[in-house]
């Protein structure tokens, strides 16, 4: 299983991007998959996930400004991020639900 993050960035407070994550090696549409953050001193924690039929999870801190979604022909998952705050700055990672396998992470930083 091979999981490849892209699309972090540095963007001003109140920008928005979208990370995307491409699996190989995997039936993508049979799994659920999520999205971690880790910051600096902090310990990673689940920012959003999206399960084989669409339904997603959100971490209170990012409900109402972040979206995810997959593509299932693509093997892809999204985080759409909108409403950038500093706090939102991590390392992003993205996550097959339910096993161990890790993406090698995007970094997100958003300054004020």
């Known amino acids: 299983v091979q999981l490849v993050e892209s699309g972090g960035g540095l963007v001003q407070a109140g920008g928005s991007l979208r990370l995307s994550c491409s699996a190989s090696?995997?039936?993508?549409?049979?799994?659920?998959m999520g999205w971690y953050r880790q910051a600096p001193g902090k310990q990673r924690e689940l920012v959003a996930s999206?399960?084989?039929?669409?339904?997603?999870y959100y971490a209170d801190s990012v409900k109402g400004r972040f979206t995810i979604s997959r593509d299932n022909a693509k093997s892809t998952v999204y985080l759409q991020m909108n409403s950038l705050k500093p706090e939102d700055t991590a390392v992003y990672y993205c996550k097959l639900e339910y096993y161990n396998y890790w993406g090698q992470g995007t970094q997100v930083t958003v300054s004020s």
């Open positions: 090696g995997v039936i993508f549409s049979h799994n659920a």
């Open positions: 999206i399960t084989s039929g669409d339904s997603p």
